[in-house]
């Protein structure tokens, strides 16, 4: 609370008794205001949930489609150091990256970039690159990608994706530091030869039980949504990070939002966390993803809830206009799935706690995000944070905290 001096000073003869009359005159008791407190429960849910679950950071925002109704940092970016976590503050994002990259691959295709019925067969032997060894290739497209239906899964080699640089110029893996899997320091780290290795019959990491015939069952695939953002660089002749930054990023003034570690100073980025076997963290270092379409962006809870507000208003941004209002509504439409679980454009729709919501979470080692808003009241809420998921309950407990949020919310409005 600010305690504002008054305007002229006291005598000194008056001092003990106060100004202009005595001290207990002149004292107010002022009540909180109704968001103060609803200001301050938030926080007290936050705090006891980092605490909880040793978090060192988190940050949130709770949005409606015209403000941005609370933002605010809890914590620290690393632990057992000083800096504080802001609404600025970039987080990796794991998965709430796929949203953002469907709503680039729907940008491309309002722009006539690509097309959802395209088969990626075409995409890939129009730009010479490898060819998909699975069950019916031919018959697979875009679509198939972007809802999970591509027949393609992710086996323990995809934990190979994850790698960071030793500081001598080495590439480790983040998976053989903490388990036993062996990574083939053959495969190149770029996206496209990550991908090759996978997709390709002769791939150092190809296996035939990883290939379904697309459009049969619902397979949720980080390779595959990774195959997607590959598809839009060589349709549009622009990486993913690039085509975002032009036409996403940049219009909407998103200035801590990117897939490109260089883009960031990382004295400022929140640096994951994991726990170790005694109860204690560990910090990780500032690792990168092959497949990085998948989940290797990074932005802030203030980024996040513009982005969110930009898609509960049908695609405008401060009188920008991102995305026509059909393409927004195509991104989020039910294209595959039911009433409780569907997807569109990589969007998906949950139903939680009677709650109908859209938007993607996200989990990867040392970070965990949520994107998510409800139509009928068009609320919305980004939590993002720098510590480890891994705990049995931890789906129940966040979606629970996420339906507490949105009622303050309610308050809020």
């Known amino acids: 609370m600010n305690i504002w001096l008054p305007t002229a000073l006291c005598v000194s003869t008056l001092i003990l008794a106060g100004c202009n009359g005595s001290s207990d005159d002149n004292k107010t008791n002022t009540a909180p205001s109704q968001s103060e407190v609803i200001h301050q429960q938030i926080r007290d849910l936050i705090n006891t949930t980092m605490a909880q679950d040793q978090i060192p950071g988190m940050s949130l925002a709770l949005v409606s489609d015209q403000d941005v109704l609370f933002a605010e940092g809890f914590g620290v970016r690393e632990q057992n150091q000083p800096e504080s976590i802001t609404p600025d503050t970039p987080f990796w994002l794991g998965s709430v990256s796929k949203a953002v990259m469907g709503t680039a691959i729907t940008h491309a295709m309002e722009n006539q970039l690509l097309d959802l019925t395209t088969p990626i ?57 903490f388990s036993d899997l062996s990574c083939n320091a053959s495969v190149p780290t770029d996206m496209s030869s990550y991908l090759r290795s996978y997709l390709s019959a002769d791939g150092a990491y190809y296996d035939a039980d990883n290939f379904n015939p697309p459009g049969e069952e619902h397979e949720y695939s980080n390779i595959a949504s990774a195959l997607a953002g590959y598809t839009l660089q060589l349709a549009t002749g622009q990486s993913l990070a690039d085509y975002a930054q032009a036409n996403l990023f940049s219009p909407m003034g998103m200035l801590n939002t990117s897939w490109k ?126 510590g480890d998921d891994n705990f049995a309950g931890m789906d129940t407990k966040y979606f629970g905290i996420i339906e507490q949020l949105l009622q303050q919310a309610e308050k809020l409005k």
């Open 261 to 386: 570690l260089s883009d960031f100073d990382i004295s400022r980025i929140a640096v994951p966390h994991i726990r170790n076997g005694n109860g204690g963290l560990i910090s990780l270092p500032f690792y990168s993803l092959s497949t990085w379409p998948d989940g290797g962006l990074r932005s802030s809870a203030n980024d996040l809830a513009m982005f969110l507000q930009m898609v509960m208003n049908q695609g405008n941004s401060g009188g920008v206009q991102i995305l026509r209002p059909d393409s927004v509504e195509l991104m989020q439409s039910n294209i595959i799935g039911d009433d409780n679980e569907a997807y569109g454009i990589f969007w998906n729709t949950t139903t939680m706690n009677g709650r109908v919501l859209k938007g993607h979470t996200g989990s990867d080692p040392g970070a965990f995000s949520f994107m998510l808003y409800d139509p009928a009241t068009q609320l919305g809420v980004v939590l993002i944070a720098n």
């Open 121 to 177: 067969t075409s995409t890939l032997n129009a730009a010479g690159s490898f060819t998909l060894a699975t069950p019916e290739a031919d018959n697979m497209a875009l679509i198939h990608l972007v809802t999970h239906i591509s027949g393609i899964e992710d086996d323990d080699n995809y934990d190979c994706a994850y790698f960071y640089d030793n500081g001598a110029g080495q590439t480790r893996y983040l998976a053989e530091d």
